[in-house]
């Protein structure tokens, strides 16, 4: 029992003799309790930035200005407590301060903070003259240096604020709607803040009294949103100044379809966009729109807002305790905006990468440790917005007994990407060894990583490959065993041997004249040189032209990069390729570059500018250009840009002032041509072509909380017009559990949200139904796993197929318009979002349309109207018409009728054809029909002798009456005939009002829509006519064939046929258009004048006797007698 008493007692007082060495687990040897901070001050005012340290004694502070140590002099002093103190600030003391604290444990550095002096204020814009019209929108602008309040005077007085026509922004802008005469003056702009006071000078403006109404005009943005920076926390101000008339109306969106967070959001004014304390998450890209009211007339305006965020670490660098020759890795990841630059500190001191240390992906990895590694390392992070410092330390265990170093290293040139390096085993220990480590890195430049490969202890000699040609190494060896590393041995370099180029440079093509193109380059990397490039070849010939020019180009420096052919044609396509050549030998030729030679022209244009191309990261491509000496005036630049082997994309035009652009959303590891060119007055300048290769993006960053990886490979496949099939790729991770996805749809630009729908599935492939044809859709796709969701994936975008019309075009109409000449009009099919490429109309005849004969006529897409010409007098035409596009043709309308009057020149002709027509029936037909029509005037001249027996007040009124009640039926017939006419099929013919009065002199007959009209006095003209001359009226009577003047709907009426009378109609369609035909009102002079005086009866009176003789009526045949039902 003691025994196990003394042992726990032995190890407590390891425990704590462990303990007692400082730092061993805390680490807490030196660290700040104050550390300086961003700091304001007004010149001349005494400043103290704070730093206070602590840790084992003594403890020094020393401190640093923009990374150079300070100096204690004069008006800068170090207090006792560590804080810098300057008693009276100037200008030249703005900049950035740390501290730095040392013990024997090491020296480590403060965050980083910032000094500004205020000085007074000095103008950056100052406000323009400006003269508008009347009614119009005026707008002043002034910025100064520095934070300062804006406010505007006009005419050396305060302006008034009126906020629903004049408004002040935040950042100086002054805006003014519906100018008037009393906004005519002098404005300038007043800026204060705590250091001073300035005006602005003077900016008169003037108006433009109106000469009349003010003209319609579309919408116009003066002022749009700027592209923005602006620090977390900060006020921005999105302009957007619109005018027209009628004034437009002013809306907000952003360009990645994102909705606006609208808290802290307001708008000012008639339309500028404010949003207080901007967060991560208000970056993008928004779009001003000014909109017509009631109208689609629109313009918009971009501008991009850009969050500036200060470093924060999502990983911070740990402390370590290592081993000598062991390996120590320190890990930073920080984020912010821009993305912040990381700086490693040993002890205060920058770290550069060479030999055994050496940094990527924002990590510091230390191998071969010694004990002169023992101390504290710093990582810093900063950006525009500030920075951030974290602190670690390492500790290095040092261990007895180990083996001595590898001797007599030797290395010896293979190739050009070998070396064979040999050794001698170590002098002591050399049974223990396990193993031997080589290490070797590239001797010249900075930041070299270092390679590592590890054999076993049975040799002593090894090739190591996969170098670069042409390049000095430096290579060590270090001997294991159980318990650990030996020493480095010495360090050996060794060349490796030239080879032929890998590759040749990327070319850029320019033209200064017509007849020449500049060629020139960059030369190449030593990775892709392989050696000292010796030589280059350059080749051209024409496009059309199998003959090939080569041009030898000895290198006698690096500053040979470019050579002018001379002599060419204009307007001609070269096409172009380099080869290089070291001391080995000559690189394959490069692909061929085209170029066209500009054309002849005598109008001076632009110069191509000077070109440069840089690869930001793996996705944009920042351009420069450097104007060339010229003496054209410049009005912009037009950038274009496209992936290698592909069309070009669109133009993007810049200011004139702009001299770099940024390209981004590019793919990684894909050559872009790049090609810019300047514009005068005179045309297009020359242009300028170059090409560049995006490099890969690195490995991302490993974060502590991963989010789910969005879904991949996405898919899309239009079936018809309203389905589309989606497909994608299930991202790669370890978890069997099962999956879900969201599928989220809806039109590109909906006009409301609720256009956007969403679908759940848990396959990989889904089918989305119920889309509207012909119409373009965004889709993305979400993975769903347990309570965890990804990220939508990227958004692709799918239009449905084309879907052919299911329904003819609507209101057909066909007016005449001349003797021979009708014009055909109609309406697209009601079908929504309905495509149409054109029209096909047939018409015919009747006599063709019997034998199948259509003559056509298209018209396009966008016309609704067509022109039948050549008509033939007399006949009636049928016209139908349909839609078609590229999905298939629709069915055709119901058919429209098109009657044609015969011409007529005499009534001779008239009462030729009738006579004529007479020959057709036989005598007993004839004896019939004579019997019939004196039987039927016997009853008539009886009626009439017995109502003249009568009073004479009743007679009038008797009379009335059966007027009245003829007139009733006929409305009645002609009503429910034209209900019987189809909705879309009107034929159009010069139709009669109300009344109808013939006036070419032939008679005074009226007619209205029920029928003709009979007044008093031609009553009883025709009464004493019918007594006086019977005969007259039988033959009259056989010669009236007016439908709409004796036809009466539900009676029968004894008709001739003959040519002229015969009705034809489609098939299946014989009853409408009879119908139709009946009641058409087709009413003219000449039809008219087949009625006299003593031809008008009564309707209803003869259709009964009509009805009654039909039944004593014998038999006859249908070819020469017929009854037709109305």
Not at 38 to 65: F, M, N, T, Y
Not at 365 to 385: G, K, L
Not at 892 to 906: A, D, G, N, Y
Not at 1106 to 1117: G, I, K, L, T, V
Request: aromatic share 6%; glycine share 6%; hydrophobic share 35%.
């Amino acid at each position: 029992m003691g025994s196990v008493d003394w042992k726990t007692y032995q190890r407590l007082l390891i425990l704590l003799w462990v303990l007692s060495f400082p730092g061993v687990f805390s680490f807490s040897e030196l660290s700040f309790t104050v550390e300086p901070e961003d700091v304001a001050a007004s010149h001349g005012e005494r400043v103290i930035l704070d730093c206070q340290a602590q840790g084992e004694s003594p403890i020094s502070v020393r401190w640093r200005k923009n990374g150079v140590q300070l100096l204690q002099r004069g008006r800068s002093q170090v207090l006792s407590n560590g804080s810098l103190c300057i008693s009276s600030s100037e200008r030249s003391d703005e900049g950035f301060y740390q501290c730095l604290a040392h013990n024997r444990y090491g020296a480590i550095l403060s965050q980083r903070s910032r000094l500004t002096i205020s000085n007074e204020l000095m103008f950056i814009t100052q406000p323009v003259s400006a003269e508008v019209r009347l009614g119009s929108v005026a707008r002043f602008s002034c910025a100064v240096s520095g934070s300062a309040v804006i406010s505007w005077e006009l005419n050396q007085r305060s302006l008034p604020l009126e906020t629903d026509r004049i408004t002040v922004l935040p950042n100086g802008v002054l805006q003014i709607h519906d100018v008037t005469m009393r906004d005519a003056g002098n404005y300038r702009c007043l800026a204060t803040n705590l250091a001073s006071r300035v005006r602005s000078q003077e900016a008169e403006l003037s108006i433009i009294p109106a000469s009349g109404p003010r003209p319609l005009m579309k919408p116009l943005i003066i002022a749009g949103p700027q592209n923005i920076s602006a620090a977390l926390h900060q006020s921005v101000v999105l302009e957007c100044l619109a005018e027209g008339n009628p004034r437009p109306l002013v809306s907000w969106s952003r360009a990645d379809s994102k909705p606006i967070d609208v808290s802290g959001a307001r708008v000012l004014g008639n339309g500028n966009l404010i949003i207080s304390a901007v967060k991560a998450h208000h970056s993008g890209t928004y779009l001003c729109r000014a909109t017509t009211p009631g109208t689609r007339n629109y313009s918009t305006a971009p501008g991009n807002l850009t969050v500036l965020v200060a470093p924060t670490l999502v990983e911070k660098p740990e402390s370590q305790t290592r081993p000598r020759a062991g390996t120590a890795r320190f890990s930073c990841q920080v984020e912010g905006t821009p993305v912040p630059r990381i700086t490693w500190f040993k002890n205060g001191q920058v770290i550069h990468s060479n030999g055994r240390t050496k940094m990527y992906n924002n990590k510091l990895v230390i191998t071969q440790i010694i004990p002169e590694d023992d101390a504290f390392y710093q990582c810093q992070a900063e950006n525009s917005q500030g920075s951030v410092v974290s602190t670690s330390r390492l500790i290095v265990v040092l261990s007895e007994d180990r083996p001595s170093a590898p001797r007599n290293i030797h290395a010896e040139t293979i190739s050009s990407s070998a070396i064979l390096l040999a050794w001698e085993r170590p002098q002591y220990n050399a049974d223990k060894v396990i193993a031997y480590s080589i290490h070797y890195m590239k001797s010249e430049g900075l930041n070299n990583e270092e390679y590592q490969a590890v054999i076993g202890n049975d040799t002593t000699n090894h090739i190591v490959d996969d170098l670069e040609p042409a390049r000095n190494y430096t290579f060590y060896i270090v001997a294991y065993m159980p318990m650990g590393a030996s020493r480095m041995s010495e360090q050996v370099t060794q060349h490796t041997l030239e080879d032929v180029p890998l590759r040749t440079p990327e070319l850029s093509l320019t033209s200064r004249s017509p007849t020449d193109i500049l060629v020139s380059w960059q030369p190449l990397p030593p990775k892709l040189s392989r050696g000292r490039v010796s030589a280059y070849r350059l080749s051209y010939r024409t496009a059309t032209d199998e003959q090939v020019i080569s041009v030898e180009l000895p290198v006698p420096s690096e500053n040979c990069t470019q050579y002018l052919l001379q002599g060419l044609q204009p307007d001609t396509i070269y096409l172009i390729r380099m080869s290089a050549s070291t001391r080995v030998g000559w690189s394959q030729p490069s692909a061929w570059n085209s170029h066209r030679t500009p054309k002849t022209s005598t109008a001076t244009v632009p110069p191509a500018p000077n070109l440069e191309l840089e690869p930001v990261n793996c996705t944009s491509v920042m351009v420069r250009w450097y104007p060339a000496p010229s003496d054209a005036v410049l009005q912009g630049y037009k950038l274009s840009f496209h992936p290698d082997g592909q069309s070009e994309d669109s133009v993007l035009q810049l200011p004139p002032h702009d001299h770099q652009h940024s390209i981004t959303g590019l793919n990684p590891r894909v050559k872009y041509h790049v090609k810019l060119l300047a514009f005068s007055a005179n045309g297009d300048g020359y242009q300028a072509h170059q090409t560049v290769n995006t490099p890969g993006c690195p490995s991302a960053p490993h974060r502590r909380l991963a989010a789910l990886p969005s879904p991949d490979h996405i898919h899309a496949t239009a079936d018809s017009s309203s389905e589309v099939s989606l497909s994608w790729g299930r991202p790669a991770f370890s978890s069997g559990k099962p999956v879900s996805y969201s599928i989220r749809y809806g039109p590109v630009s909906p006009s409301d949200a609720t256009a956007v729908r969403y679908v759940q599935t848990s396959e990989q492939t889904v089918t989305v139904m119920g889309l509207r044809p012909n119409t373009r859709y965004e889709f993305a796709v979400r993975l769903h796993l347990d309570q965890m969701s990804s990220p939508w994936s990227a958004s692709i975008y799918h239009r449905t197929l084309l879907e052919a019309p299911s329904s003819p075009p609507r209101s057909v109409r066909v007016s005449l318009i001349e003797e021979d000449t009708a014009l055909v009009s109609w309406k697209q099919p009601d079908q929504p979002d309905l495509s149409i490429t054109h029209y096909t109309v047939l018409y015919a005849s009747q006599s063709f349309w019997l034998a199948g004969e259509w003559k056509v006529l298209q018209r396009e897409g966008t016309n609704t109207m067509a022109l039948l010409e050549k008509l033939e007098s007399g006949s009636v035409y049928l016209v139908k018409i349909s839609a078609s596009n590229q999905a298939g043709d629709g069915p055709f309308s119901s058919t429209v009728e098109l009657r044609l009057t015969r011409k007529t020149h005499h009534s001779h002709a008239k009462k030729t054809a009738f006579i004529a027509g007479l020959y057709h029936i036989d005598e007993k037909s004839m004896s019939g029909i004579i019997a019939g029509v004196c039987i039927a005037l016997s009853i008539i001249i009886l009626c009439i002798f017995i109502l003249l027996t009568k009073s004479t007040t009743r007679k009038s009124a008797s009379s009335k009456m059966i007027g009245r009640v003829g007139n009733d039926v006929m409305r009645s017939g002609a009503s429910s005939a034209n209900q019987q006419q189809a909705e879309n099929s009107e034929a159009l013919l010069p139709m009669m009002r109300t009344h109808f009065i013939d006036a070419k002199g032939g008679t005074n007959l009226m007619i209205n829509h029920a029928g003709p009209i009979i007044n008093d006095g031609q009553s009883k003209r025709k009464k004493s006519s019918m007594f006086n001359n019977n005969q007259k009226s039988i033959g009259n009577k056989s010669k009236m064939d007016d439908p709409a003047g004796l036809y009466e709907v539900g009676k029968m009426v004894l008709r001739y046929e003959d040519e002229q009378s015969r009705v034809y109609s489609p098939l299946g369609e014989s009853e409408s258009l009879q119908t139709s035909g009946a009641d058409s009102g087709h009413f003219s002079h000449d039809e008219t004048e087949k009625s006299n005086d003593g031809e008008t009866f009564s309707n209803k009176c003869i259709m009964s006797i009509c009805s009654q003789n039909s039944a004593e009526m014998p038999p006859r045949s249908p070819s020469h007698l017929q009854f037709t039902a109305l």
